[in-house]
């Protein structure tokens, strides 16, 4: 026990000292540890609701194991003030990283938005397509190849459809969820198409993906919508909309070093999971809504990563739709940071 503790011991201390080699060697055995911590006040002023949240409060490593093996753990402390497992997975590299297998619990590629890590976000609430409609995370395993010739990435996944639940309580014939996805990028122009079908239950969904990105300068914009489609069904299908722009403007600033203008509409119809009532029809999850938001975000970035991020969301509901706890207008102020790779 005494040896094994000495040895965690000399890991984590070699993993300090040896930082900078670890950066400059990519496939260094040395793990990196690090974290994100997102904690936030929201004001609630048609209901005058407001309330604190650590949302989320993630630590894990990651490492290379060989030259074409690499790995990712994490688990996020505060998930909604739960505990829960987050990526867990190895990767494996060939023909020069033109090819990986991933194999583990990892996000389902199917909308670019809610692929976003907390730190990368542009909002502190993410949007329908991100949380509502495209969040999938599952166990089981892709392939992904990115050939150098052309700027594009394919990835073919199969997972278990059960949205990460325990892989000791599955047991599958047929009904596994499958998806594709392609990524084109140039200079500062990025198109993403995604596709993906899955049986949760009695009914097959179907789900489709397109998302566009631009960045001139200063500015950014991009759109992505998302189509489902519940196949031997009279439900009908769910549309997801999200837009965004994003201005971002440099400061010299001891303080800062960016702050960020942002504005945001993003809208969906009824939505459902694909699970069926007594009578075989399918329930609404998620009642139609849009919103407008719009932002500042105060960003500090040396050494570590560090935002302040400033928002007022105002919704829109059709009548007689009873609206969820946390749906209202709100205005919201979250802090973020960001310390992977800082250890």
């Not at 992904?144 to 073919?156: D, G, H, I, N, W």
């Not at 919704?315 to 973020?336: C, P, Q, R, T, W």
Request: net charge positive; proline share 2%.
């Amino acid at each position: 026990m005494k040896s094994a503790i000495k040895t965690l011991l000399l890991i984590a201390g070699v993993s300090v000292v040896g930082h900078t080699h670890a950066q400059d060697n990519k496939k260094s055995w040395i793990p990196t540890i690090g974290g994100t911590l997102r904690t936030k006040f929201e004001y609630q002023t048609d209901v005058k609701n407001s309330r604190f949240q650590v949302r989320d409060a993630r630590i894990g490593a990651s490492g290379w194991l060989t030259e074409f093996v690499d790995y990712k753990l994490q688990i996020n402390l505060s998930d909604k003030g739960k505990i829960r497992t987050h990526d867990l997975f190895a990767r494996l590299h060939f023909f020069d990283n033109q090819f990986q297998f991933t194999g583990g619990q990892f996000r389902v590629p199917i909308s670019v938005d809610a692929a976003r890590a907390p730190h990368t976000r542009w909002f502190a609430n993410r949007s329908f397509v991100g949380k509502q409609i495209g969040n999938v995370f599952d166990i089981g395993a892709k392939a992904t190849y990115a050939p150098k010739q052309v700027p594009l990435t394919a990835e073919f996944g199969v997972y278990n459809g059960r949205n990460s639940s325990a892989s000791d309580d599955v047991w599958l014939h047929n009904n596994y969820l499958y998806v594709g996805h392609l990524k084109f990028k140039k200079s500062d122009f990025e198109a993403n198409v995604s596709a993906m079908t899955t049986k949760p239950q009695d009914i097959r969904t179907n789900m489709y993906d397109a998302c566009l990105s631009y960045k001139y300068q200063k500015f950014t914009v991009e759109a992505e919508y998302m189509y489902k489609y519940f196949c031997e069904s009279d439900a009908e299908p769910v549309h997801a909309l999200n837009t965004m722009a994003m201005y971002a403007l440099p400061v010299d600033n001891k303080y800062m070093q960016q702050v960020r203008f942002l504005g945001r509409f993003d809208m969906m119809t009824d939505d459902s999971s694909g699970y069926t009532d007594e009578n075989g029809e399918v329930e609404i999850t998620n009642a139609a809504r849009k919103r407008a938001t719009v932002g500042v975000t105060l960003g500090y970035y040396k050494k570590v990563s560090a935002e302040l991020r400033l928002n007022y969301e105002k919704y829109f509901y059709g009548d007689n739709v009873e609206i969820g706890a946390s749906d209202h207008d709100k205005f919201v102020a979250e802090l973020m940071i960001n310390l992977w790779k800082l250890l």
